[in-house]
């Protein structure tokens, strides 16, 4: 059993309770009969889930399975952008799937991409052989929360990835450069502080597009969904 606790240094104020956060407890730990942080983080598997001695506490139980694959590392960096849309937006009081799971998912997708040469894992995620697009788009609105995210998952598959990288689409369409995109999905809209009661007015806001009107958009990009795979890297949406 592998057992590791990191601490990254970062700073921020976590707007939910006020506390000053001062970086990222990361606690990992093949799968199995025991888990070895109970009496530290209780009860947890995957997420961000408390705050202990001002460090967020990321948590993070791997399967057997994904210990010799690529996953474990799609996996930290998936968990990290969740600490960076916390931080841009000072705690998280929403849960809209789609943008949250989703851009993490495709963060992933693009770390892999990069840094372990596997162009393979987005292509997964964009394939039609596995993912019906079309139903997707037609039950969208159960992609806007967790619950009704993992009651279509099992017949529709996941479209998070293909719906941000449509996004991203649509707004280079607009004249803006395939880095500026990026940067407003994954930054911008962030930094605007959405929450349960405005997103979709904020969502409008930041990509000076109706919500509705960009669900209406992605059944111009379901037919080919690789033809939206990034040319840009992960490093050079985030460098100055």
Known sequence: MVKEAIIINSNNLDARDNQQINGVSIYSWLKGQIK??????????????????????????????????????????????HVYQMYLSNGFEQDIFWLIEGQAATIESLYLKEFLNDSNYIRNFLNKGSTSFDEGIQNIQYYESYDGFNSVFELYGDITIFMNLSLAKILQDQGKTEKESFKII??????????????????????????????????????????????????QIFSD
Request: aromatic content about 16%; hydrophobic content about 35%.
């Open 36 to 81: 070895p942080y109970l009496s530290t983080i209780g009860d947890t598997d995957q997420c961000i889930c408390g705050v202990i001695n001002q460090n967020l506490v990321m948590s993070l139980q791997i399967h057997n399975t994904d210990f010799n694959d690529s996953f474990k590392y799609a996996l930290v960096a998936h968990e990290f952008f």
């Open 186 to 235: 994954f930054e911008d809209f962030w930094k605007s502080n959405p929450n349960r009661d405005n997103w979709k007015t904020k969502f409008s806001e930041i990509f000076n597009l109706e919500l509705n009107e960009f669900y209406q958009k992605l059944n111009d990009y379901k037919d080919s969904p690789e033809n939206l795979i990034p040319i840009i890297s992960l490093s």
